[in-house]
């Protein structure tokens, strides 16, 4: 296993448009994470997953973000009609079910909205 | 509003000197604290945690250190090497459902440079 795999790694895209990242975790890992990061900032949760089940999202989450995690392995996350303002790195994570040993980050997807 | 604060934009520190890099928190429900360190394009990797039971933890180079009265903890590296210089995230966690940690809250991270 070779940790969190992140795809794509760049996306530019104009605004209005629709983009979907998709992100597969460590194996053994049953939670998953979304964060987002902007420049100069700390990575700011979006939505997590135990398994296939949807936790917990973020007000950050506007209804033009949606993600999934259909059969509780890797999960997609997309953005509808994007903004300018949706520009930033994303950035996926997986854990453990205790978590106590650190979550692994992927290397993330960055989003530049033209 | 900032739950995890790190106030220092930037830190320089010569080689072989010690770095303390600090974070300040607010929520009380925080009892799991991580740090984290990032190369530019690249993910957030971790360093080292400490849970709320204890005040110090140690790994090699780097000890965190916790103090709950102030909820403050910082991150001691000694000595300081230049392959150290790298963005620096404090993040903390609060036990989700009551038996295992959920989300992670960051700060806004710490620029280490450290000079040969």
């Known amino acids: 296993d070779t940790g969190v795999s992140q795809d794509p790694r760049h996306k530019i895209t104009k605004r209005g448009q629709n983009v979907t990242f998709r992100c597969d975790p460590i194996?053994?890992?049953?939670?998953l994470y979304w964060y987002r990061q902007t420049l100069g900032q700390g990575p700011e949760f979006l939505t997590y997953f135990q398994n296939e089940a949807q936790l917990e999202k973020s007000r950050l989450l506007s209804d033009r973000f949606s993600a999934e995690r259909p059969k509780g392995s890797f999960s997609t996350l997309e953005i509808q009609r994007t903004e300018q303002g949706d520009s930033a790195m994303y950035l996926c994570?997986?854990?453990?079910?205790?978590?106590?040993?650190?979550?692994?980050f992927g290397s993330g997807t960055r989003l530049t909205v033209v | 509003d900032q739950q995890v604060k790190q106030n220092s934009p930037s830190l320089s520190v010569q080689e072989g000197r010690i770095s303390i890099l600090n974070c300040d928190y607010t929520n009380s429900m925080f009892d799991y604290f991580l740090w984290y360190k990032k190369y530019p394009a690249e993910g957030p990797t971790f360093l080292i945690s400490i849970s709320s039971i204890k005040d110090k933890n140690e790994d090699g180079r780097f000890t965190v250190f916790l103090n709950k009265s102030a909820k403050h903890l910082s991150l001691h590296i000694v000595p300081s090497q230049p392959g150290d210089s790298a963005v620096y995230f404090c993040a903390a966690s609060a036990k989700a459902g009551g038996t295992s940690y959920g989300k992670l809250t960051f700060g806004q991270g710490t620029i280490l440079t450290v000079h040969p």
């Open positions: 994570a997986s854990s453990s079910l205790s978590g106590n040993y650190g979550y692994t």
């Open positions: 194996s053994e890992h049953n939670r």
